[in-house]
Nanobody, 126 residues
Framework: QVQLVESGGGLVQAGGSLRLSCLAS????????MGWFRQAPGKEREFVGG???????YYTDSVKGRFIISRDNPKNTVYLQMNSLKSEDTAVYYC????????????????????WGQGTQVTVSS
């Protein structure tokens, strides 16, 4: 069983930056695909970006060029660096971990992930 704990959320002005962290425990962190999702009020949870065990990263179009995902395997931590924040980035952000499965490609769908954090609120004021 893998436990995920997000941190780093908060209130920031539009144009500002935040870095979210997700600390994993209870599994072999380096073998998991890690992803970030978000859910805004009244909307469904959406994929933000992910990083595979190979460190290959991928993002949804709305955050490309602004958000960067990285992982530090010795620290069992994945990061989401968010720059040039916009009011539409306001949401609860969730970290997720997916077991390594051959032929899975990029993990962009919530069903590909096996474990989830509790979420951290990000509010961008305009």
């Amino acid at each position: 069983q893998v436990q995920l704990v997000e941190s780093g959320g908060g209130l920031v002005q539009a144009g500002g930056s935040l870095r979210l962290s997700c600390l994993a425990s209870g599994g072999t962190f380096s073998s998991y695909a890690m992803g970030w999702f978000r859910q805004a009020p009244g909307k469904e949870r959406e994929f933000v970006g992910g990083i595979l065990w190979s460190r290959s990263t991928y993002y949804t179009d709305s955050v490309k060029g602004r958000f960067i995902i990285s992982r530090d395997n010795p620290k069992n931590t994945v990061y989401l660096q968010m720059n040039s924040l916009k009011s539409e980035d306001t949401a609860v952000y969730y970290c997720a971990a997916g077991r390594k499965r051959s032929g899975s490609g990029y993990y962009t769908v919530s069903g590909q992930y096996d474990y989830w954090g509790q979420g951290t609120q990000v509010t961008v004021s305009s």
